[in-house]
């Protein structure tokens, strides 16, 4: 039974086995990993909430329910980028067509609720076609078909 115990040790502390697999089932771990090895600015954080935000949206359309965005994001224009060029001379009306489109959507109703929405997710493509086209891919799959 101790050579078992000791080939269990030897292979956690050589990372052979996951962590998981040895720790409680109960246990609760935290994702402190950020995916930007550099450090994520101010704007990429506030960009992944929004896009968790229309997200969640996306799933409230299907419910018929207007999902109110967090008031943070009015913070869209003063938030700083990674790269200081980022915010070039059409980034404030890429940003303030964002903003209106989400005060649209929030007042939407049963009739105009996809498109209005669509229209949020249009915003966020127009910017990042001609500023940060990476999440571009993402973000086309939070569009919903117009029926």
């Known amino acids: ?5 000791m080939l269990l040790a030897g292979l956690f502390l050589l990372g052979a086995i996951p962590k998981q697999i040895l720790l409680p089932a109960t246990a609760v771990y935290a994702d402190t990993t950020d995916i930007n090895p550099n450090k994520s600015s101010e704007l990429s954080l506030l960009m992944r909430q929004m896009y968790d935000h229309a997200a969640e949206a996306r ?6 329910k207007n999902i109110s965005y967090p008031k943070s994001f009015l913070n869209i224009n003063t938030a700083k980028p990674t790269d200081a060029q980022t915010k070039n001379e059409y980034y ?4 303030d067509l964002y903003l209106q489109t989400l005060e649209t959507y929030e007042s ?3 009739a105009n609720r996809v498109k209005n929405y669509n229209n949020v997710i249009n915003a966020c493509l127009a910017c990042h076609s001609s500023h940060c086209p990476g ?6 799959k939070l569009i919903l078909p117009i029926n």
């Open 1 to 5: 039974m101790s050579k078992l115990m």
């Open 135 to 140: 999440p571009v891919p993402k973000i086309k």
């Open 92 to 95: 404030a009306t890429f940003a």
């Open 108 to 110: 939407s109703n049963d």
């Open 59 to 64: 799933r409230g359309v299907a419910e018929r």
